[in-house]
């Protein structure tokens, strides 16, 4: 049964920094990770997707890598603002089915 | 457009009640999903749609019944549902078929049971 785990479950930081967020997988053979981020009582905006060839995506201030040997990806922000503030989940797919980790809720301070 | 739509946002129900849970979507996406989220926790996968039908059911109870009349509709019908049932269900859409399927979801569906 695949496991996703996020780490750290909770982040703060001051305006600015850049940041790394981390997700790890237990079964390799996966189709896709994807990204989202998901506001309070709200649904989730995907961010970015990796397919399992890829290494990496970027969108913006957004990059997110994929080393499927190893199961994990990062999703690095650049410059955090405080607009930033969320839920990040990312979730792994395969055989028509998502995993998800249980998210970092990261907290952008002014 | 890449907009998955559900309705309604907010749905209060008693135990004895019947509702449905509607989702949309116009992406010619021909896999759908239904998944239930419980405050802090993530998503789980309730109900997994392929061209129109039931692919994947997670054995989730009969009180939950799925429906996709068209490729572009899936609805959710609810009945005789208890007070933990209370969740914010979301509907999503992807390609099917294909190694890129970026999944899409809509803003949920804030289901209380009273």
């Known amino acids: 049964k695949q496991e996703v785990t996020q780490i750290p479950a909770a982040l703060s930081v001051p305006e600015g920094e850049n940041l790394v967020l981390n997700c790890s997988f237990t079964?390799?053979?996966?189709?896709?990770l994807q990204w989202f981020r998901q506001d309070p009582g709200k649904g989730l905006t995907s961010l970015l997707l990796?397919?399992?060839?890829?290494r990496e995506q970027t969108s913006g201030r957004l990059n997110a890598s994929l080393d499927k040997s190893s199961g994990r990806s990062t999703l690095y922000i650049a410059a955090s603002q405080p607009g930033d503030s969320a839920t990040y989940l990312c979730?792994?797919?395969?055989?028509?089915?998502?995993?998800f980790g249980d998210g970092t809720t990261l907290t952008v301070k002014p | 457009d890449t907009e998955v739509t559900q309705t309604p946002k907010h749905l209060v129900m008693g135990m004895t009640n019947k509702k449905s849970l509607k989702c949309e979507q116009h992406?010619?996406?021909?896999?759908m999903y239904w998944y239930k989220q419980k405050a802090k926790k993530p998503p789980e996968l309730m109900f997994v749609?392929?061209?129109?039908?039931?692919?994947i059911n997670e054995s989730v109870p009969s009180r939950f019944s799925p429906e996709c009349p068209n490729s572009s509709l899936l609805n959710l019908h609810l009945h005789a549902l208890q007070p933990e049932d209370s969740a914010l269900y979301l509907c999503?859409?992807?390609?099917?078929?294909?190694?890129?399927?970026?999944?899409?979801f809509g803003q949920g569906t804030r289901l209380t049971v009273v």
């Open positions: 999503a859409s992807s390609q099917q078929g294909t190694q890129y399927t970026e999944a899409f």
């Open positions: 079964d390799s053979a996966i189709y896709n």
């Open positions: 979730a792994v797919k395969k055989a028509g089915k998502s995993t």
């Open positions: 990796i397919q399992s060839s890829q």
């Open positions: 992406m010619g996406h021909r896999a």
């Open positions: 749609y392929s061209y129109e039908k039931l692919s």
